[in-house]
């Protein structure tokens, strides 16, 4: 039941051996929500985002460019919104492409130093990650948030420090706006 953008990519066009498509439900994302409570009062099979990706070359090839696109359903887990696991990439400095296809998101971006900022996704907006920047995306609004990305080949995934500690902000709904604050988990 998932909305696909079928004015750009048509799923003719996500089929063959390189595709992967993966699906995150709520009970794989027990480490990233703060409301601990909110989260145990809600179904573990919930789905909170969907990814097909295009891995036209081997994973770590040096040169090469990957492409995938991730449908995030609305929801919410208390006031957090549903979101991306979030993660760096293993070679530090690989940077990356979002272009958002459809719905209302926010893109939040964290260097090394943990300064968090969040850019505002619309339909046809494109946002450059910067390299060594963790990312993770929300879905703000209520219907289906998709994006495509494009990154290098090489750029690998270092999903253990997101998990650990988190994004040094929050992204919650207040007063019916998005807003950042400061992660206490940090
Ligand atoms: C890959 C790119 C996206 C994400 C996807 C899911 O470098 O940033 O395709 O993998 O949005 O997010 P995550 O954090 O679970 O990989
Ligand atoms: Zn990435």
Redesign the pocket.
Known sequence: NITKPNLIFKDDLLTGENIDRLT?KLKDLGDIFNDKAAFAQMDGETVV?D?E?SFPVAHGTEGGL?Y???YIHPGKVGQEYFM????F?EIRNRG?Y?CTLEGEGMLLLMDENGNTRAEKMIPGSIHY?PGNTA???ANVGEQILS?S?F?PSD?G?D?GT?SEKGFSEILIEQEGQPVLVPNIKQ
């Open positions: 995150r985002y990814v990706s990957f995938g696109i991730t991306t696991k979030g993660h990439h990356e979002y990650i990312h993770r995306t994006f990305a990154w750029a995934h999903y997101i």
